[in-house]
């Protein structure tokens, strides 16, 4: 037997004679002080039979006072083990923890309101959002390397074959193109991710003030003229005299992505519709089109970092996925909303709800 464990025992049975001999002398002091109190004189034996009996009263429960205390101090710390385990778990970015079996224990005896079982809950809790934040990093990740290797891949591949000194001319600008295409896409692509990283980290404070509404979206929609005029897109316009409260510069951008997208995804020779009206809730700006439109399926996803509704269509017609994201963004920072509603080969109809118009 180890020095220590020999030490160990030593001291365990010094303690528990300590305990004793305190107990006693605790009882023979109450006992005589009971007697003088209750002006008895009893035999000696009996005396000290009392203070014994007394004695190991005390001790007995002076004892079972500890041994509860040490049940209570282990069961805490057979539940603290595994919650102080699941926290490292998450320090070390592993957020796939399991600690359903110590939540249930609560829920069976209906205890949900224990300090012990809002530990357990709350762990549980962010250990599943710190996951999904995870997996959404890492997604974005993915995305963000699959968009910027492939304008790299073609960047790279045309650049190399202008070395060959047999290409004509005209062979040599159409790669140039190709090229200064690629370049303009990085471009877009690195500056969407801009702003979206400064709306998501809400470091962009909204400017409010007043403005015209029919006055913005007429002067965007001038703007776009060369697209729309390319394509023989019909624009049919209805805009009533509205004045808004918001960040212009901000709003702007959504309803150049949104008219964007309308132009992109009509055929030529089709409809776009950009139409103001008022009403008892606020305002509505109108955007349709008589484009390919969107799969039901594709519809709740379209507001999506990178989420394109068809990958064959967005390569031929560019776009990087991020438009509508950024677009969404803007609407939540305003408090505003956005609807989306489309039908396949009929086109596709956007409704945004402003307030504070008149």
């Given at each position: 037997?180890?020095?220590?464990?020999?030490?160990?025992?030593?001291?365990?049975?010094?303690?528990?004679t300590?305990?004793l001999?305190?107990?006693?002398?605790?009882?023979?002091?109450?006992?005589?002080?009971?007697y003088?109190?209750?002006?008895i004189?009893?035999?000696e034996?009996i005396?000290?039979l009392?203070?014994?009996f007394?004695g190991?009263?005390?001790f007995?429960?002076l004892?079972s006072?500890?041994?509860?205390i040490h049940?209570?101090k282990?069961?805490?710390?057979k539940f603290?083990?595994p919650?102080?385990?699941?926290m490292?778990?998450m320090?070390?970015?592993?957020f796939n923890?399991?600690?359903?079996?110590?939540?249930?224990?609560?829920?069976?005896?209906?205890?949900?309101?224990?300090?012990y079982?809002?530990?357990?809950?709350s762990i549980?809790?962010?250990?599943?959002?710190?996951?999904?934040?995870?997996?959404?990093?890492?997604?974005?990740?993915?995305?963000?390397s699959h968009?910027?290797q492939?304008?790299?891949?073609?960047?790279?591949?045309?650049?190399h074959?202008?070395k060959n000194?047999?290409l004509?001319?005209?062979?040599r600008?159409h790669?140039?193109?190709?090229?200064?295409?690629?370049?303009?896409?990085?471009s877009k692509?690195?500056?969407?991710?801009?702003?979206?990283t400064s709306l998501?980290?809400e470091?962009?404070p909204?400017e409010?003030?007043?403005?015209?509404?029919d006055h913005?979206?007429?002067?965007?929609i001038?703007a776009n003229?060369?697209?729309?005029?390319?394509?023989?897109?019909?624009?049919?316009?209805s805009?009533?005299n509205?004045?808004?409260?918001g960040?212009e510069e901000?709003?702007?951008?959504?309803?150049?992505?949104?008219?964007?997208?309308?132009?992109k995804?009509?055929?030529k020779?089709?409809t776009?519709?950009?139409?103001?009206?008022?009403?008892?809730?606020g305002?509505t700006?109108k955007?349709r089109?008589t484009?390919t439109?969107?799969e039901?399926?594709a519809?709740?996803?379209?507001?999506?970092r990178f989420?394109k509704?068809d990958?064959?269509?967005n390569?031929?017609?560019?776009?990087?996925?991020?438009?509508?994201?950024?677009?969404?963004?803007?609407?939540?920072?305003h408090?505003?909303?956005?609807?989306?509603?489309s039908d396949i080969?009929?086109?596709t109809?956007i409704h945004?709800?402003?307030k504070?118009?008149?």
């Amino acid at each position: 037997m180890k020095l220590s464990q020999i030490m160990k025992r030593f001291l365990g049975i010094l303690a528990v004679t300590a305990m004793l001999l305190i107990c006693w002398s605790f009882a023979y002091w109450l006992t005589a002080w009971c007697y003088n109190w209750f002006q008895i004189t009893p035999q000696e034996f009996i005396r000290q039979l009392i203070s014994s009996f007394l004695g190991f009263f005390l001790f007995g429960c002076l004892i079972s006072i500890l041994r509860k205390i040490h049940w209570v101090k282990s069961r805490q710390n057979k539940f603290l083990f595994p919650m102080i385990q699941a926290m490292k778990m998450m320090s070390e970015g592993n957020f796939n923890i399991d600690l359903s079996f110590y939540k249930n224990q609560f829920l069976e005896n209906k205890d949900n309101d224990h300090p012990y079982y809002q530990i357990v809950n709350s762990i549980h809790h962010m250990a599943e959002k710190l996951g999904e934040m995870e997996g959404m990093r890492q997604e974005f990740i993915s995305n963000v390397s699959h968009e910027i290797q492939s304008p790299l891949t073609s960047i790279s591949g045309f650049a190399h074959t202008l070395k060959n000194e047999g290409l004509s001319q005209e062979q040599r600008n159409h790669y140039l193109e190709i090229i200064e295409t690629e370049s303009i896409r990085l471009s877009k692509l690195s500056e969407n991710l801009l702003k979206l990283t400064s709306l998501e980290s809400e470091h962009l404070p909204l400017e409010r003030k007043e403005y015209r509404l029919d006055h913005q979206l007429r002067r965007i929609i001038l703007a776009n003229e060369p697209q729309w005029m390319e394509k023989e897109i019909n624009m049919d316009i209805s805009l009533e005299n509205v004045t808004v409260s918001g960040d212009e510069e901000m709003m702007d951008q959504v309803w150049i992505n949104l008219l964007h997208n309308s132009i992109k995804f009509t055929p030529k020779g089709g409809t776009i519709l950009v139409e103001t009206y008022k009403s008892v809730e606020g305002c509505t700006v109108k955007i349709r089109d008589t484009g390919t439109g969107i799969e039901k399926d594709a519809l709740m996803h379209i507001f999506e970092r990178f989420y394109k509704a068809d990958e064959s269509r967005n390569r031929d017609i560019g776009g990087n996925g991020l438009g509508l994201s950024i677009v969404k963004k803007i609407i939540d920072l305003h408090k505003y909303v956005i609807e989306v509603k489309s039908d396949i080969g009929i086109g596709t109809e956007i409704h945004v709800f402003l307030k504070s118009c008149h």
